[in-house]
């Protein structure tokens, strides 16, 4: 949904041969915290993923909300194959194809606060 809103409001961006370079749009995460204070936690999806996302390539799953399901090829549409890094259980760096991906490998965190109450 993210990768969504982000492609529906690009930056513009004067330098890009588009005109536009990635995105203001930011998911703010607002929680509370044990001490009655809220958290604040932001975040916008990666380039890759605004891309994956555009193109029809990543889908969500209907059984974990933590994966994102990469769409098979078709003869109308190629898609390449996806893949990312993670460590095995010799710590090994290995790639690993990415049908199901975890959406957190797609996530930027966006730093994000309260300005003080003026005295």
Do not use: W
Not at 48 to 75: F, H, K, N, W
Not at 79 to 94: H, I, L, R, T
Request: neutral net charge; contains cysteine; hydrophobic residues 35%.
């Amino acid at each position: 949904m993210a990768g969504h809103f982000q492609n529906q409001r690009p930056n513009a961006c004067r330098h890009a041969s588009s005109g536009a370079f990635g995105s203001k749009f930011v998911t703010v995460c607002v929680t509370g915290d044990s001490n009655n204070q809220i958290h604040l936690e932001g975040y916008q999806v990666s380039g890759q993923c605004q891309a994956l996302v555009r193109d029809g390539i990543l889908l969500p799953t209907r059984d974990a909300p933590e994966l994102g399901y990469i769409r098979d090829c078709s003869p109308q549409q190629y898609v390449p194959d996806v893949y990312y890094k993670e460590k095995d259980a010799y710590g090994n760096e290995v790639g690993v194809s990415a049908k199901r991906l975890p959406v957190a490998y797609l996530l930027v965190d966006v730093p994000c606060g309260v300005a003080p109450a003026s005295a």
